[in-house]
C-alpha cells in the first residue's frame, strides 16, 4: 500500500535584516526569522512536511524556489522586500500567479493597508470613527493643515511603529513643520498628520474561521501608569522594540478591563467592520483608541500582524481566548489550504491553427491578440 504523503508546506519570510545592523528600525525585522523557525517546527509536528525560505531581493530566485518545491501552500511571513514595505504584496502576487494558496490577507489589502491615508478615508466613508488628518507629501502643504493640536505625525508607508518617538505628537505650528520635515527628509515618503486623541489605546485581533465567521479575541491594552509625564501616551518604536527604554517599560500590554457590555460591543463591532472594510483575510489586529465620550477611533490596522509567540501581542490575545500558539498556526494553515484555485481559468483567446484564406473572417498570429503595457513604478526608499 503507498504510503500517503504529508502535505508540503513552505513559510516564506523576508531576509532583509541581514546586514542591518547599522540600522535599528530595519534591524528590528530579524524577529520573523525566529518566527519561521517556529511555525517550521509546529508544522512539522503536526501532519506536514515543512520547510522555510527566505527571500532576499531576488524575488524571482524565490519563484522559481517554489516551483521546484511545489507546495500544497505557503505560509507567509514576508513583510518587505529590500526593506521596504511597499513590496509586501509582491510575493502574494506572484503566489497567485503561480496558483499557490497561502496563508494572510491578499495583495490588495496588504498595499492597502501601506497607504494610511487611504485606509482612513475608507473607513471614514464607511462610517467606521477614525481621526481627522491630512496627508503631508511637502513642506507647502502645511499652511492648508486644519487640525486642531495636538496632533501626531507618522510616516505614511510604515508599520511596526518605524518613524514613531516621542517627538510625534506635537503641540505648536514650529514643532509640527519640524516633525513634518523629519519624516519627508529621512523616510522619503508622506507624513500623515492626524489628531491626536486622548484614551485608552485598545488592541483587537480577530482570526478567521472555516465556516468564513471571525473570532475576536479578549481585548488587549497599553498600561500607560509606568510612562514618565513628559512623555506621550503612544506605542513608539522604543516602546515596540528596545527592551531597555523608558518607553518600553511604560507600554505594558494588559487585558483591557472595565468596559460595559455595551462598550466592548462597540469596540469589537468597530473592529470586525474596519477589518471587512479593509478587506483583510484569515487574522489581523486593530489598534483602536478610545476617546472619554466613549469613541473608538480606528487608529491602524494591522493585516498579517506579528505571529510570534511569546512576545506578540496576537498570539497573547488567542492563548486568553483558549487557542494556543499552535492552535492559531494550524488553523491559519487550514483556512489556506481550504482555499482553491480554479483550475480551469479562463484562458487568453486562441487564434485557430490554421489562418482563415477564405475572406470569412481574420484571425491573427498566436501571441498577438492582446497588447500588454508595461507601467513602472516607483522603486525602493532611497538608502
Same mark, same amino acid.
Given at each position: !500500500?503507498?504510503?500517503? =504523503? ?30 519561521? %523557525? ?15 525560505? @527566505?527571500?532576499? /531581493? ?44 497561502? =496563508? @494572510? ?34 513642506? /507647502? ?23 514613531? =518617538?516621542?517627538?510625534?505628537?506635537? +503641540? ?38 472555516? %465556516?468564513? %465567521? ?16 513628559? $512623555? ?46 479593509? @478587506? ?13 465620550? #466613549? =469613541? ?22 488567542? *492563548? +486568553?481566548? @483558549?487557542?494556543?500558539? *499552535?492552535?492559531?498556526?494550524? $488553523?491559519? !494553515? ?26 470569412? #473572417? ?5 501571441? $498577438? ?15
Amino acid at each position: !500500500m503507498k504510503e500517503r =504523503t504529508r502535505p508540503r508546506i513552505v513559510v516564506l519570510y523576508n531576509r532583509d535584516f541581514e546586514g542591518a545592523e547599522e540600522d535599528p528600525e530595519n534591524k528590528a525585522r530579524e524577529d520573523v526569522k525566529e518566527i519561521a %523557525d517556529h511555525i517550521i517546527r509546529i508544522l512539522s509536528a503536526n501532519g506536514y512536511e515543512a520547510s522555510g525560505l @527566505g527571500v532576499t /531581493s531576488d524575488v524571482a530566485g524565490a519563484v522559481n524556489e517554489l516551483r521546484a518545491c511545489k507546495p500544497a501552500a505557503v505560509f507567509n511571513l514576508c513583510e518587505s522586500i529590500h526593506g521596504d514595505n511597499r513590496f509586501e504584496s509582491l510575493l502574494p502576487l506572484l503566489l497567485e500567479l503561480e496558483r499557490i494558496p497561502y =496563508t @494572510g490577507s491578499e495583495p490588495f489589502a496588504l498595499s492597502l493597508a501601506l497607504r494610511k491615508e487611504k485606509v482612513k478615508e475608507i473607513l471614514r466613508a464607511r462610517c467606521v470613527p477614525v481621526p481627522q488628518g491630512s496627508l503631508v507629501s511637502a513642506e /507647502s502643504d502645511l499652511p492648508a493643515l486644519a487640525l486642531r493640536f495636538p496632533v501626531i505625525v507618522k510616516p505614511a508607508r510604515e508599520d511596526a511603529s518605524v518613524g514613531i =518617538t516621542r517627538a510625534s505628537v506635537v +503641540t505648536d505650528q514650529a514643532a509640527l513643520d519640524a516633525r513634518v520635515r523629519h519624516v519627508l527628509d529621512h523616510y522619503h515618503q508622506p507624513a500623515l498628520v492626524e489628531e491626536y486623541i486622548e484614551g485608552r489605546e485598545i488592541y483587537v485581533s480577530l482570526l478567521g474561521q472555516v %465556516d468564513g %465567521d471571525l473570532q475576536v479575541f479578549p481585548f488587549f491594552e497599553i498600561d500607560f501608569s509606568a510612562m514618565p509625564p513628559d $512623555r506621550p501616551k503612544i506605542v513608539s518604536f522604543e516602546g515596540k522594540w528596545v527592551e531597555d527604554s523608558v518607553e518600553y517599560k511604560g507600554t505594558r500590554p494588559v487585558r483591557c478591563e472595565g468596559l460595559s457590555s455595551e462598550l466592548r460591543d462597540k469596540v469589537a463591532q468597530t473592529a470586525l467592520n474596519a477589518f471587512r472594510c479593509i @478587506g483583510l483575510r484569515d487574522y489581523g489586529r486593530m489598534d483602536i483608541r478610545l476617546s472619554a465620550d #466613549g =469613541t473608538p477611533y480606528v487608529i491602524d490596522v494591522n493585516p498579517n500582524c506579528d505571529l510570534s509567540d511569546l512576545a506578540g501581542g496576537f498570539s497573547r490575545a488567542a *492563548k +486568553t481566548g @483558549g487557542l494556543s500558539y *499552535k492552535d492559531v498556526i494550524l $488553523r491559519l !494553515m487550514s483556512l489556506a489550504l481550504a482555499r482553491r484555485f480554479d483550475e480551469t481559468p479562463i484562458p487568453l483567446a486562441e487564434s485557430p491553427s490554421e489562418p482563415d484564406l477564405e475572406g470569412e #473572417g481574420e484571425s491573427l498570429p498566436s501571441g $498577438r491578440g492582446f497588447a500588454r503595457a508595461g507601467v513602472r513604478r516607483g522603486g525602493a526608499r532611497s538608502p
